[in-house]
């Protein structure tokens, strides 16, 4: 075979060679996740969850000063049900938020009362908006607890490198999903545990700019949601979700502590247990009836 040609035919067959291993080579995200899956039950033990609850005792501080004292408790049925429920003692009251499937849950019990609680305007727009963010709530919570999410709500991991935090050296994987959902996980390089999650939710916009419904364009596939018809917006401050005094439950070891940390906004969880596969009831994220049939808005 003629010279030329002999090194024409190894250079074919050494791209090939060094494409097909860069195919397999392992995306390091995907490695930074399986290590960390492994280290608080493996996956096949966090596949097999299929419901999930929680109870904690929470503490919010404002600006340093005030506080206030809840009792959480947090349910999840997957792939589409999530309901969080908090009552204030000292107050006699109780609200409960999340979704059933496509179903918006916002109450609050007072005075032995409930009532659903509006947003915005009341109208299809204020709701769609309040539905991607609970929607979104819920993924950041599944994704801190199991380090992993329904299918549907499409989330898609990539490496960030690595980062030096307050809680110490750590591997960085970015988080993109469905209804704007957008999180970065900081991993312990040691332990591979979640030490922190952090977010900013979606830009709120100022008042609608005036328009009519032919002008009002779709967004385009990629661009944020209900970007379209949105006037000027401010950008939310950055929310710290530090995690930790990590312990076993029913077999998966998660985070028994949980600090949220925000412009001017403390609030930390002490969580008493986590249940696995508890038995829930689809009632259990029924909306409450009200007392005089029809929804009355609060506002």
Known sequence: MPRRLCAAVFAVGAFVAC???????????SEILARARQAIGGEARLKAVTSLSLKARSRSEVAGSSQAFTNLEMHFLLPDKFLVTRDWPLSFLRRIEGFNGNQLIEQRLSWGLWADIGFGDGSKEALARQMASRQRECVRYLAAWLLTVPEQYDV?????????????????????????????LFFDKQTHRLLMLSYREPPQPAPALTASPQDVKPP?????????????????PETQMHLGKYRADDGIVFPHRVRNES???LEEWEISRFKVNPRLGLKQFERKRLPNGPAAWLR
């Open 19 to 29: 494409s097909h291993l860069l195919s397999a080579a392992p995306d390091r995200a």
């Open 156 to 184: 898609r991991f990539t490496d960030a490198g690595e980062a030096q935090i307050a809680d110490g050296r750590a591997d960085v994987v970015d988080a993109k999903g469905a209804n704007d959902f957008a999180a970065r």
């Open 220 to 236: 385009e596939k990629g661009e944020p949601l209900f970007k379209s018809i949105e006037g000027p917006a401010s950008k939310a």
């Open 263 to 265: 412009e001017g906004l």
